[in-house]
């Protein structure tokens, strides 16, 4: 019921939407469509939802939106850690996942596809000691080798980057980055995830950071403390 719902409201949306029954079905379909966006119900049979993520991030890094239990906050976070973009607690809003899929999707640019941009924008390279940020490629190099980020790890990222030295609010990195604002205090745990799984891929240490800092209470702020550069350059 629920596929059928959510199927005739996105086909209705302009949509194109291609549905599977239970988790191996949804890892087949994708291979044969090569979707743009994946939604995935945690309970589904045969590989559930949070397997079927694990198993679609081996392969690519397109968004993920999970549909989780309400009270089950461990899911969610679970989720989130094996590579999932956002979450929906049922029960939901079918419009409020529409309003999440186009928000994501007006985001969402694929690694090494130029975005439109006008004349005066230039090309920049964001370095921090090891850490290089090649923003119009959206490729992340650390001390030369190339590390695999999702379209939303990177849009993080760079957001982060840009501000070096200036707190981010979790409030506003969901508004820049997710492209809706929080309704939920829970929301705020979709930045936080993010952010330790960020740190691990950048070899950042959370007690002691080099790159991504918290200002507890309020939010994160970036600052390259390597001997190399003392702050990001953008060039």
């Known amino acids: 019921m629920i596929r059928r719902i959510l ?36 309970m589904m049979p045969k590989l559930n939802g949070l397997e079927v993520c694990q198993e679609l991030r081996k392969i690519t890094d397109i968004p993920i939106v999970m549909l989780t239990a309400l009270g089950d906050v461990a899911d969610r976070i679970t989720g989130l850690q094996l590579g999932a973009d956002d979450y929906l607690p049922k029960p939901f809003s079918p419009k409020e996942l529409e309003e999440r899929i186009n928000a994501i999707l007006r985001r969402f640019k694929k690694p090494g596809v130029p975005h439109p941009a006008s004349q005066d924008d230039v090309p920049g390279i964001l370095q921090a000691g090891p850490l290089r940020i090649e923003v119009y490629k959206r490729q992340v190099f650390l001390k030369g080798k190339r590390i695999s980020l999702t379209g939303m790890e990177f849009d993080l990222l760079e957001l982060l980057a840009s501000n070096a030295g200036k707190t981010v609010s979790r409030a506003d990195i969901l508004q820049k980055v997710w492209g809706y604002s929080p309704r939920h205090y829970a929301d705020m745990r979709v930045v936080d995830v993010h952010v330790s799984r960020l740190r691990s891929k950048i070899g950042d240490n959370p007690k002691n950071p080099e790159y991504i800092h918290t200002d507890w209470g309020t939010g994160y702020f970036f600052q390259g403390t390597s001997s190399t550069s003392s702050q990001v350059a953008s060039a």
């Not at 949509?15 to 995935?40: H, I, M, N, R």
């Open 7 to 42: 199927s005739t409201r996105l086909t209705m949306a302009g949509y194109d939407v291609v549905l599977a029954t239970d988790g191996e079905e949804a890892l087949t379909v994708f291979k044969q469509e090569s979707p743009d966006l994946v939604v995935l119900d945690v």
